[in-house]
């Protein structure tokens, strides 16, 4: 699936409702965007709460996080938990 698509002033584009359907998206949400190393533009789905909360426990980075950082995490993924 291919399409062309025009840009508005403001900078925003409409995504079609098949690519919103194929990834989850629902029409008044959010999605993440990313540029991988062609230059192409990624839309996938947010991730959950429970997959950030991994995320937070396990960084993937050669630094260690503060024990600061690890409460600020912390305490965001339980205000946001869904219960």
Do not use: C
């Amino acid at each position: 699936m291919n399409y062309t698509y025009s840009i508005t002033s403001k900078g925003q584009i409409t995504i079609p409702k098949e690519f919103r359907e194929k990834l989850g998206l629902e029409k008044l949400g959010r999605a993440s965007l990313s540029v991988n190393d062609s230059n192409e533009i990624v839309i996938t789905k947010p991730k959950d709460l429970g997959e950030v909360r991994a995320l937070l426990s396990k960084p993937s980075f050669k630094d260690k996080t503060s024990e600061k950082e690890q409460t600020i995490g912390i305490q965001l993924a339980d205000k946001y938990a869904v219960n």
